[in-house]
């Protein structure tokens, strides 16, 4: 591990502790979490801490809790053992790392039992851990959802935190940004008839590792952009497909980015290709236009919703007025996800506390078809970054579903639609941070624009 | 998930649960596992089904646990839910896995609890299944070292069939070690000096990624060979450094391959990397030389410890008489680890028992210095495949340590080591099965002598 030795690294910590204690005067525990093993213990999975850890602690330290107090920050973690000397090098002490990251006391791990006090913490997904957290604080730790008193206040305190990054964390995202950016050049740039998925993403990848990062989430890049969450990548390319990559990398801070592209196998759209494309662009940059602090983002969904639904009324592939198919849900037949959620230390930020920082308090999920998916239903903030990623998708589980099928049978024009088989899925995703001026588009250097993604494809 | 087709995947399958029936006549339940989250409950590790249950059922199956009886096989796992459909897309049914398996009957994982009985099983690491499997069988589960009674048998009886490889297995093995061939010598043209180590990393791993393939265990892609079990990437090649590169694909269906080669950056190994670099070899190659049924493994560690001596008295490292500095484990000094392991579904195969697998009965780790990091203590057999990997470094942990300079301070002649600074690690592992006529080197075609090392890194 290298320590980063800059003075901003620790002041941004220490502003983070000190705003935390502004509104929460209890005292927190936060556990960083261990490496899941593959199998056996020494063969694990690459470790990444508790982003609420990370957020305070800004290292990504295995087996380590921190205190935090009034703005007082204790660490406790084992010194590194001979035995990991021996196998995995030198390593920061205890003491290295309580300096770098500007904790107030440090001490070993077994010391943390005469320190909980009445404590206040949230719950790592890890059982292991979460029962260790347990046993410490001897009591039973309810997960967020059913959070109570100084849990929930400590929950709530975060999510305030956490909604609107400071400059450190927006830094951070533009690094993992403008290296996704460079990772999806070269898928477009790789793609050609006859290669697989496989090779396409290795092409994607290999450059957020050969930046010593990793992806933020399971990279999706598949000419079947129909499966939303395609984790296969077993399909060979075809000259008239369409890729879509969504692939992100995570800083080294831990900082998330993500981006999709969809992209034509063989360099050019085909003519309903075009359509599509440009119907789920137009949803995309009217969204990002419409981003700002105080705007609800669930009317950003609906603006998506609307052009959608517009476009595929003038495409002939829907039929009815545009009012009357919004308020059916007609877009959901074909974009049945949220419009995009909070981005930050996750993927989709927070998001271990279910859907307590996505949705203001009161607020809950939707039954609606479609609106349901949505991630996030508050108002844009200053500092708020969150991605913008309408799609176009022919799912045939919903497509081909009965119910569907007799709710919304009239309202498709079949025989129209079947002329778009050619378009299975096109999502286009940016990341986009809310700004006193409006809008800054984090991952704007990756064009969107139909012709400048023919232009990367460079066949 | 795309399923086999072919009659041969169900006959290996049916050998083995015939085979175990042969030597275990209770009923035996294994768990599959389910993927690890990464922060949040949507963003996971990537799954890896547990290897005794891969063993049997053949498919990376989540959240699915099969009952093995005389033979006979029972799959228990829900159908895709409409959700995950919508979201993963089309997903094999139960039945249809079962049949692809050739289990007998099938049923939705809610019906496990009436089919427990008094089975046998093997805990899994992850705390939350290990509780499924205790909750289940109504019984505190006991970790593979403390285990009894009909678990022992199950333990015993499985690490009995999975020490010799099947056919099948020998197969998955070799197109494991085929792309982690090619992948080890797209990181030798690869490295470069002023590149970093997660470049040449990056070009290793494509190749993997590239043939939809994982890796079996953490890359270790390195300029500082000498930490043993480096996981960093972050240093800079420079001309002169040695990459020690240990990398290794896992099949389709889950069979580890496990490659070490050590390469110049610049193309030319110098004249002091030369001789370390032979006498490394010579060890390696001795070792594989012996490799036969029948032969105890710990002789095999002995004989690269023996080759390596003679090698540092023949270099002047080390001062003495052969038989004395074995005997008091100098050679540990500068191969502080065994000269390999088992290797099958585990890249240390069946680690997860503790050295149950490793260890004949009977037999425990010795305390002596480096002889206590042996892996693996049995005879070998037909079918068994381990790793033969000696090597050489210079870990300042234990050369700087002060109770090993009071040992070993004398028989090691510093000025002569001082010559060497530039070999700070060095190893090179093949993986070897043991054949009826001695040994077959599975990774052969990656070739490692000096002069074919410098031909592939082609500067």
Redesign the interface.
Known sequence: ??LPDNNSFQATLKQRRQKLAETFSEKALLWSGCA???????????F?A??HFLYFAGLNLENAVIELDSGKLTLFMDNPS?ES??????KPSRDQIAATIGADLAYPYSELKNYTGEAATIPI????IY?QQCQCLERNIPQPSEATGKDLALIQAIITLRLSHDESAIEQIKQAASVSIKAHQAGMKAAQPGK?E??V???I???I????LTCA??SIVTV?G?????????HTLESGDLVLADVGAESVGGWASDITRTFPVNGQFSPTQRDIYDLVLAAHDACIENVAPGVEYKDIHWQAAQVITEGLVNLGILQGNVSDLLAMDAHSLFF?HGVGHLLGL???DM??LGDLAGYAPGRQRSERFGLGNLRLDRALQTGMTVTIEPGFYQ????LNDKSTREKYGEIINWEQLDRFSDVRGIRIEDDVLATSEGAAVLTASLPCQRNQIEELCDR
Chains 1, 2 share one sequence.
Request: aromatic share 8%; net charge negative; charged share 20%.
């Open positions: 591990m290298n899941p093993s593959r199998n056996f213990p020494a063969n694990t999975f690459l990444r508790s982003s001979p000397i021996l196998w995995g090098g030198e997904s890890d059982v292991g029962q697989t496989a090779e993403r290795s092409a990848e290999q450059v590792m050969a930046h010593n989430y399971g079947h129909e499966v939303l969450h395609n984790e296969s990548y077993s049945p996750d993927v989709h998001e271990d799912v045939p589980a919903i």
